[in-house]
């Protein structure tokens, strides 16, 4: 494939993303939650498992404790029985009683509304941050997952593309400079919708993509 200029690159991302939007009109987190604090709670389930299993366990994790304080204040061995289908639930509870003691220290039980706070808190890195930001506060925040770091590099919409060992900062940072602050939080969405209904990781749908006519991944593949 010949050498793109980054203005050519970043006419074809737009390009792409217009076309990502005709596709998933309206994209929305996969996770249930009605509050902050339970997307929060949710997010931080969903590391190492899918959003579709954590909503299997939330609905009794949420009504058990509502609150906080409740949260911080539950047995370890309660907890762990509700989670414990998600896997690696003793770690999992460990993060969620820390950050519920932390949110009752430090915030008065609330869901702070910073990335410089939100990060501060266990079992929170910036891709859980970046979901509480966009999607309970409407903050701008574009959330690197796996789907996000697969899709953005076989697009090649970044210069580390072809990494081994990709970095979720540095594709956040690099992405967000080429998108509106009001689109990032969609974008990270569509990004991963697409990852999990065509662009997936082993055997992508190529021939059913709506970016397989200017998507390098299909002209090499």
């Known amino acids: 494939m010949p050498r793109e200029s980054k203005r ?72 762990e029985a509700i989670i414990r289908p998600l896997g690696f639930y003793r770690s999992k509870s460990q993060h969620l009683l820390g950050l519920a003691a932390a949110l009752e ?3 008065n039980g609330e869901v702070p509304r910073t990335m410089d706070e939100l990060v501060t808190l266990p079992g929170v890195g910036r891709k859980t941050a970046n979901v509480v930001l966009g999607n309970a506060f409407h903050v701008p925040g574009f959330p690197v997952d796996t789907h996000v770091m697969r899709v953005t590099g076989r697009l090649r919409w970044r210069d580390d593309w072809n990494s081994a060992h990709p970095d979720p900062v540095r594709i956040e940072r690099e992405i967000c400079a080429c998108f509106d602050p009001s689109e990032w939080t969609d974008l990270s969405h569509r990004l991963i919708v697409h990852g999990r209904a065509v662009c997936h ?21």
């Open 8 to 79: 050519a690159r970043l006419e074809r991302m737009h390009a792409e993303y217009a076309l990502l939007v005709e596709e998933i009109p309206e994209p929305k987190c996969a996770l249930n939650f009605s509050t902050p604090l339970q997307l929060l709670i949710a997010t931080v389930l969903s590391a190492q498992t899918t959003d579709k299993r954590v909503n299997t366990v939330t609905p009794e994790l949420f009504d058990r404790y509502p609150t906080a304080a409740d949260l911080a204040n539950a047995r370890p061995a309660d907890l």
């Open 105 to 107: 220290e430090r915030f």
């Open 201 to 221: 990781a082993r055997k992508p749908d190529c021939a059913h993509c709506p970016l397989q006519a200017t998507c390098p991944f299909v002209a090499v593949a």
